[in-house]
């Protein structure tokens, strides 16, 4: 046993990984280190107590509704960015229109995924706010002011809406290569079998895909719940959400706690971590057939 | 079949008209800044204003180093991994996820309470420190993207040839490295490269909160205190990020197109 442990622990093992120390270095000191710090943080009282006071202190009502909102933005835009999202994946795959049309999507979206933060505030504003493009038109041309109907950018229908602005091209991005996978001759042999459109989806395709369609949704709605550049250039610090909450609680101590500021983060990785956990064993579950 | 056809063709419709129509009211927005007419009046004024280039200068700078650090931090680890680590590649590639499971806020909130100017390693307590922990933070928010461009290209050479024949041929290491590895997966360092840069010139979250001058905060001070000038910045902030996206995509495009190694 000693013998095969000093064997196995030789001179070239050793060189083998002093070879990942610098990035091992890098990520416990800027991205393991600082997170466990503010995890840690959280179950201790600032003198030091271990405490779950911090935790318990959560379920006050302000912090409630803004993990409230913000879990209802979430799933608002993840849910319509996956929806409209799946269909335009279907209709580039499956659609059977011209490829210029498929790869101009896929174009597109690798821009639009990434055209988030300030930004894209800015695009929704200039659109939809009071003096908007959109705005504008529709009460010139059709004499409707959509102000008056209770609409307002600045609001969770109006921080929903922009959001799917990156939520739609990600869930394109990913689903695309997921419908690829589809098999013709799945599709042809359901057909042969006498099923209708309705059946195969219904039996075939959609048992197939659910993996990568909740996968993804669960993907959107971690990338929307972590998100703050947009929602505050777009709303400042009116529409009380966590990430802004924790901003301010950053910048100013607005909770007057700083341990209670650290349960907010670890309230955050919790909920982000969670979907992106199942996210990955969902994706593992789908690559089953697409080998 | 025809049903089909129609229902893609509307599928696309609406999408075209989500997408377009905030493109094309930002632009028209921009525009309006003179009463009565349209004009360049939001532009003149954008790149009139002294801060506007002192923060582009600084998020560009910063970008840079991103990409060069960065880099020389993925590129060896992918290599070394892919060379004598496979078992723990599962375990890198889970680590270089991470910034995207842990909110950009949380990591520099961590940040702040570990590396200010009280702490061990007192980052923030001076304005060389503090601009090299903001280039950091976005060495860990592109992680993602840089390792993931670096280790495919990786995948598509052999790097274990590669590396014995430079050695047989009397090759030190450091020629192996900047010599054969670096050229041979420069799509990969390209697409890491462009998608760090547009990431890295829109960042608002860690420059804020880390209080350094970039484009990111100056865009939100934009948009807090004037109208006509953030559609005007909305639009050279799109045209950025649709310029390294479609350097991206020329280079992974013809990274693809050149003939495969013998």
């Known amino acids: 046993m000693s013998a095969a442990t000093t064997s196995f622990i030789d001179r070239r093992t050793v060189v083998d990984w002093l070879g990942i120390v610098p990035f091992m270095i890098f990520a416990l000191m800027f991205l393991i280190i600082p997170t466990l710090y503010l995890v840690m943080g959280a179950f201790f009282t600032p003198d030091g107590q271990f405490t779950f006071r911090n935790i318990a202190d959560l379920f ?5 509704s803004a993990y409230w909102i913000s879990i209802k933005v979430s799933v608002a835009s993840s849910l319509g960015g996956a929806l409209i999202g799946f269909f335009l994946a279907w209709a580039i795959v499956l659609g059977g229109v011209p490829s210029w049309v498929r790869s101009g999507l896929l174009t597109f979206s690798g821009v639009a995924s990434n055209f988030a933060g300030v930004p894209l505030a800015f695009a929704f504003l200039a659109t939809l706010g009071r003096t908007g493009l959109v705005t504008v038109l529709l009460r010139d041309w059709l004499g409707f002011n ?10 969770f229908f109006g921080l929903t809406i922009t959001y799917m602005f990156f939520q739609i091209p990600l869930m394109v991005l990913i689903l695309t290569p997921a ?3 589809m098999k013709k001759e799945w599709r042809e042999a359901s057909e042969i079998l006498g099923a209708s459109t309705w059946q195969y989806w219904r039996m075939v ?3 197939i895909l ?5 996968g993804t949704t669960l993907l959107l709605f971690a990338n929307a719940f ?9 709303t400042g610090s009116s529409l009380n959400i966590v990430p802004i909450l924790l901003y301010a609680q950053i910048r100013g101590d607005v909770l007057h706690n700083a341990n209670l500021g650290y349960a907010l983060a670890l309230g955050m990785i919790v909920i982000t971590g969670i979907s992106n956990l199942l996210y990955i064993l969902l994706r593992m579950r789908a690559e089953r057939w697409q080998k | 079949m025809k049903t089909q056809k129609i229902l893609a063709w509307i599928a ?3 999408g075209v008209i989500y997408f377009f129509v905030p493109l094309i009211g930002t632009f028209e927005f921009s525009l309006r800044m003179r009463r009565g007419e349209y004009s360049a009046d939001a532009y003149q004024s954008v790149f009139s204003d002294m801060q506007f280039r002192e923060t582009f200068g600084f998020s560009m700078v910063m970008a840079l180093l991103t990409i060069i650090f960065g880099m020389l931090l993925v590129v060896p680890t992918a290599y070394w991994v892919r060379l004598r680590l496979p078992q723990i590649r599962p375990v890198i590639e889970f680590i270089t996820l991470l910034p995207l499971v842990i909110p950009a806020i949380v990591i520099v909130f961590g940040y702040l309470r570990l590396y200010n100017s009280s702490s061990w390693i007192p980052f923030t307590g001076s304005t060389s420190g503090t601009n090299a922990l903001l280039v950091l933070s976005y060495i860990t928010l592109s992680l993602p993207y840089m390792y993931r461009a670096v280790d495919t290209a990786m995948r598509a050479i052999d790097v274990r040839t590669l590396t014995e024949a430079a050695e047989i041929l009397g090759a030190k290491w450091p020629t192996i490295m900047l010599r054969c590895i670096f050229p041979n997966v420069m799509s990969g360092v390209l697409s890491g490269a462009f998608i760090t840069f547009a990431i890295v010139m829109g960042e608002f979250t860690m420059a804020a909160l880390l209080n350094r001058p970039a484009f990111g905060p100056y865009l939100q001070l934009v948009g807090a205190n004037k109208a006509y000038e953030p559609a005007a910045l909305a639009v050279i902030a799109f045209a950025i990020t649709w310029l390294s996206m479609g350097l991206l995509q020329l280079v992974s495009r013809f990274s693809k197109m050149a003939p495969s190694r013998p």
């Open chain 1, 60 to 64: 006050t009502p302000s912090i409630i």
């Open chain 1, 146 to 155: 959509l102000y008056s109907t209770g609409f307002n950018i600045l609001s």
């Open chain 1, 179 to 181: 419908l690829d996978g």
């Open chain 1, 205 to 207: 395709a959609l048992p």
């Open chain 1, 210 to 214: 659910w993996p990568s369609l909740m």
């Open chain 1, 226 to 234: 972590g998100a703050i550049a947009t929602a505050y250039a777009l």
């Open chain 2, 12 to 14: 696309i419709a609406i």
